[in-house]
């Protein structure tokens, strides 16, 4: 399952510490962010339940990125 996301980040490298920390986390097959559009697309591993999947996705770009904003909802 494939779920696009909006999210606010202040550059395009600390877009790409975003995409490299959701592609870590468990649950997350593959992602992508795209800096220019503000857009973060996620695939979820099968069996992953997104809702959980993206608490952990906002958590661990929060590390790695401390102002950056994931919009779940």
């Not at 592609?23 to 973060?40: C, H, P, W």
């Not at 996620?42 to 904003?69: H, I, L, T, W, Y």
């Amino acid at each position: 399952m494939k779920k696009s996301y909006k999210i606010d980040v202040d550059c395009a490298a600390c877009a790409l510490k975003m995409e490299d920390a959701a592609k870590k986390t468990e649950g997350v097959a593959d992602a992508s962010v795209n800096f220019m559009a503000l857009k973060m697309k996620v695939d979820f591993a099968e069996g992953a339940d997104p809702a959980q999947v993206m608490e952990n996705v906002r958590k661990n770009c929060k590390k790695v990125e401390s102002d950056c904003e994931i919009f779940l909802k």
